[in-house]
């Protein structure tokens, strides 16, 4: 109990000193997730639209194995980039194993399902005269491409959350990839295991917190861009 | 929202994320080193020297070999000398190096069901243990930590099985929380033990036989079986762990917060010298 009480005081304390260790473990998970979330954004969010609206053979094998990937196992995401980006691997010139670089590979292979997945179904849910309509009335391809997405914005955005809540809170393939080095590849969640471990409970209890409020103050201002949508 | 969302995608970018090629060290090495503090003093004055920078993939020490011995690695700081003057036979290091040594111990809870305080001898002691009448959490990771605790079992010609045999799979410093938690004996390096014992129901049962010295040697990974190793930046690192500032450093290492150092230096010093005099 005085564990629990007085990890949590240290912890708070912590953060509110703006404790540098804690601030800059904080700093590269959120600009390592950030990057891999932005990342299969911007790769996603055209596939998930092409999958959700067009037709061609094999698109639903093409869904079934998207939807799959949102169940990605991050220790098995991890095991196969390590495989590739190691110096005896096929990507190994690249010299990436054990940089943030790696990580943010390894995290968008884990987001970029998710959120390609999440748009797809996005997509699909609109009425699919809706495109239809627009096209008779004129409008070019891509006026009613811009017009869709606007209608699916929210659950677009809502797949973002999605896609960012997975890989700031995974451990497994950050652990695999990254190395956990210190100043380097130590993110949020890796940090916290290894404090763990160490017994510096207060730290991993101040991690887990600027963890929570990270994801809370992202997926607010997410939500915040998704209703002010709303309230136009 | 695109603009916002480009102002944070350039921004993200901005940092400098990518490897330095080339100039990074890997150094593949056993978790007690990390989790008793000494690399994350170790490193920095390392990188300050010869700017570059140290990347510290803390594994198992199995893992760690196998890392280097595949190439991954360019220097390894271990403990398994069995295991590694095999890798080296086999041309994957070179350079083995004394660098220091601290002392594996059998802990457990203090009330000693098992009776190891009366043990007369290592073989003794883990014949107690192997009695079963407390859990026992083994490493079981192929770390020295583990490869020692197996050779005592084959050497007391015991094969640990059952329920009370716990393979935890962790790093040291996990493994000895979880032996605190249910109540069990672990084999452990005296470092971690000393770094980590601090609200741990452990107390130290059973030391001082020759068996349980620990070994650190650190090794290059050797460039002529892997071109592309960073050759000098992994000589570089081994040069400085057995430097005399180095090894001044880790004489002191950890005695003002644990009360008693956690490693002995040996650099310059030979295994056999070491292996035979009582300690």
């Not at chain 1, 609109?126 to 008779?136: C, S």
């Not at chain 1, 997410?222 to 949508?229: D, M």
């Not at chain 2, 001898?121 to 583990?146: H, I």
């Not at chain 2, 929380?177 to 084999?187: D, Q, V």
Request: aromatic share 6%; with cysteine.
């Amino acid at each position: 109990m005085d564990l629990l009480f007085d990890g949590i005081t240290h912890g708070v304390a912590l953060i509110l000193r703006g404790d540098p260790q804690v601030m800059e473990i904080m700093w590269l998970s959120l600009r390592v997730s950030g990057i891999a979330t932005l990342v299969s954004l911007l790769l996603g969010v055209p596939l998930g639209m092409m999958l959700g609206q067009s037709r061609f053979p094999g698109r639903r094998l093409a869904l079934g194995v998207i939807n799959t990937g949102m169940g990605l196992p991050p220790v098995a995401v991890g095991l196969f980039v390590s495989l590739f980006l190691w110096r005896s691997g096929p990507l190994g010139f690249l010299d990436l194993i054990y940089s943030p670089a790696a990580i943010i590979v390894a995290q968008c292979i884990i987001a970029l399902p998710v959120v390609t997945g999440l748009t797809a179904a996005a997509i699909q849910q609109l009425d699919p005269r809706l495109r239809l309509q627009l096209l008779g009335l004129g409008a070019s391809r891509l006026q009613a491409l811009r017009f869709l997405l606007r209608e699916a914005r929210f659950s677009i955005i809502a797949a973002v959350m999605a896609g960012f809540g997975a890989v700031i809170s995974e451990v497994g393939a950050s652990m695999m990839v990254g190395g956990n080095i210190l100043h380097y590849t130590r993110v949020l969640t890796t940090a916290t295991v290894l404090e763990t471990s160490k017994g510096n409970f207060d730290i991993a209890i101040a991690l887990s917190v600027v963890l929570l409020g990270l994801t809370f103050l992202v997926s607010m201002l997410l939500t915040v861009l998704q209703q002010r949508g709303a309230e136009r | 929202m695109r603009r916002v969302l480009l102002a944070l995608l350039l921004s993200l970018c901005g940092a400098p994320l990518a490897a330095q090629a080339r100039r990074d060290v890997i150094l593949a090495t056993t978790t007690s080193t990390q989790d008793t503090g000494l690399l994350d003093s170790l490193v920095p004055r390392f990188e300050a020297g010869c700017g570059c920078r140290v990347k510290t993939i803390a594994v198992g020490t199995g893992q760690a070999l196998a890392l280097g011995a595949r190439g991954e690695a360019d220097v390894v700081l271990v403990h398994a000398p069995s295991l590694e003057q095999r890798y080296v036979a086999e041309g994957r290091f070179r350079n083995r190096r004394l660098v220091m040594t601290n002392d594996f111990i059998l802990v457990g809870p203090p009330a000693d069901p098992a009776g190891l305080g009366q043990a007369t001898s290592l073989k003794e002691a883990f014949q107690r243990l192997a009695a079963g009448s407390a859990p026992f959490a083994s490493r079981a990771d192929s770390s020295g930590t583990n490869i020692l605790e197996l050779n005592q079992w084959k050497a007391a010609g015991l094969n640990p099985t059952g329920g009370w045999y716990l393979q935890v799979g962790q790093g040291m410093a996990a493994t000895l929380r979880i032996a605190s938690e249910k109540g069990a004996y672990t084999l452990t390096d005296r470092g971690t033990y000393l770094a980590v014992r601090q609200g741990l129901a452990l107390a130290v049962l059973y030391q001082g036989a020759p068996e349980l010295l620990n070994i650190y040697h650190v090794m290059e990974v050797n460039p002529e079986t892997f071109p592309n190793v960073n050759q000098d930046g992994g000589r570089a690192f081994a040069d400085f762990m057995v430097s005399p500032r180095t090894q001044e450093f880790i004489r002191t290492f950890g005695a003002a917060r644990f009360g008693q150092p956690l490693f002995t230096p040996q650099a310059g010093k030979r295994e056999e010298d070491l292996l035979q005099p009582a300690r």
